[in-house]
């Protein structure tokens, strides 16, 4: 039996899993602290990994640290993101393949996962040494998976197209899909996904007069996990819950109507619109009611539910 292991390395979450095991998640942010001792307590979500020569904190732990370093502002397809990142996710050793997951097909890309994880990997996470050897890596397309999972679960209206949004922490993709599994147009928009909503808070008026005021700078990274948690108060005291509907609705709003634009010549025969991802659920509320419009229970574990079922 080959062992088969799936990562979806984000910009804002990393989720990797291994067949038959559940989903495990981790900040998209590390910081390296090979050279200092500012090292706190190991946690199993948020570890700390030796991996060619170098120390790294991984996950909520290094969102704290001044020197961190984010997939959303850097880029995930940077070898020193996904490599530390899928790696961190086994837990035991392994011999097999990696299935990965990509916003769209694209050579280089592909080929750079592939020359640096096809191989022979040690990693010392939190105090335990793993060996993995790599076989090969196998791609497959974010949002697509997921749509196809959901018309085999009946989620999804058979007799119509769908038009699937996938809103990630960088990146928004959409694709248009039939229940025959049909690509009729798909686009991977970068820098529109929580990134984006982020920035628009934090050069909000409200947000700018804090800094003023305070002379503080605010960090995306950190706005980004204040929308997750649902508090919408960067740090401890700056509440931004009075101009946050506002700027959810506009931000929502434009991504639609560019989305509608760009895909209008296939949109007559869709029945369905699902959206999935980590920002899906901030507009949960908005659309549960509207017919058509469809949201998975955990919209983040969309994509890396779909390949594990596969």
């Not at 989620?155 to 809103?167: E, H, N, P, S």
């Not at 529109?192 to 700078?217: F, H, P, W």
Request: hydrophobic content about 40%; glycine content about 6%.
């Amino acid at each position: 039996m080959i062992n088969i292991y799936c990562a979806d390395i984000g910009n804002y979450s990393s989720i990797t899993a291994l067949k038959g095991e559940k989903p495990r998640v981790m900040r998209s942010v590390f910081q390296d602290v090979t050279y200092t001792s500012a090292r706190d307590l190991d946690t199993d979500n948020s570890p700390s990994i030796k991996l060619d020569d170098k120390v790294l904190v991984l996950g909520d732990r290094a969102t704290k640290q001044k020197n961190s370093q984010t997939a959303a502002e850097r880029g995930k397809d940077l070898p020193e993101f996904f490599k530390p990142f899928t790696l961190a996710g086994l837990r035991q050793d392994f011999d097999g393949v990696v299935r990965f997951l990509v916003p769209e097909h694209s050579q280089w890309h592909e080929d750079t996962i592939r020359r640096t994880l096809v191989a022979e990997h040690q990693i010392n996470v939190n105090g335990t040494n793993y060996r993995h050897r790599i076989k090969n890596v196998e791609f497959f397309l974010e949002t697509d998976v997921a749509v196809i999972n959901a018309y085999r679960n009946g989620k999804l209206d058979m007799d119509g197209d769908t038009l699937a949004i996938d809103i990630g922490g960088g990146t928004t993709n959409y694709v248009v899909i039939t229940p025959s599994s049909e690509v009729l147009t798909r686009r991977s928009i970068p820098k529109v996904g929580g990134v984006s909503l982020a920035n628009d808070i934090i050069n909000s008026d409200l947000m700018q007069s804090y800094a003023k005021r305070d002379n503080v700078a605010f960090k995306v990274a950190k706005m980004m996990d204040a929308i997750a948690d649902g508090s919408f108060t960067y740090g401890r005291k700056y509440d931004f819950s009075s101009v946050f509907p506002g700027l959810l609705e506009n931000w929502f709003n434009n991504l639609m109507d560019s989305i509608s634009t760009a895909a209008n010549d296939y949109l007559a025969d869709v029945t369905n619109v699902m959206l999935i991802g980590g920002c899906a659920n901030l507009v949960r509320q908005k659309l549960s009611a509207k017919q058509g419009f469809y949201i998975p229970a955990n919209p983040q574990l969309s994509n890396i539910q779909a390949l594990l079922a596969m």
